[in-house]
């Protein structure tokens, strides 16, 4: 079981940037898949990135490809997601999430971190 703190959001204006990290605590985070997920007002949590146990292999959300990229660093028991070329859609709370090792689910959630996108 890992617990989970999610930090960086905040408020930019479009085009800009920000990098949201995700600390986990437990000695087993690097068996962990983690990922980002977001959720908007009124709207239902959507995936965002995800990266298998190793760093190795990484998805993303169509909306995000080629704008954002998700990294860990498993000395640090902490994964990152790089925001680039923020747009206002992308205003949401951002929440990372572990799926242990076999599991089929994200089963270990974050607080959760606010980013706002301005127009």
């Known amino acids: 079981q890992v617990q989970l703190v999610e930090s960086g959001g905040g408020l930019v204006q479009a085009g800009g940037s920000l990098r949201l990290s995700c600390a986990a605590s437990?000695?087993?985070?690097?068996?962990?898949?983690m990922g980002w997920f977001r959720q908007a007002p009124g709207e239902a949590r959507e995936f965002v990135a995800s990266?298998?146990?190793?760093?190795?292999?990484?998805y993303y959300a169509r909306s995000v490809k080629g704008r954002f990229t998700i990294s860990r660093d498993n000395a640090k028991n902490t994964v990152y997601l790089q925001m680039n070329s923020l747009k206002p859609d992308d205003t949401a709370v951002y929440s990372c999430s572990a799926r242990s090792p076999g599991g089929t689910s994200w089963s270990e959630w974050g607080q959760g971190t606010q980013v706002t996108v301005s127009s």
């Open positions: 990266i298998n146990s190793s760093g190795g292999s990484t």
């Open positions: 437990g000695r087993t985070f690097s068996s962990y898949a």
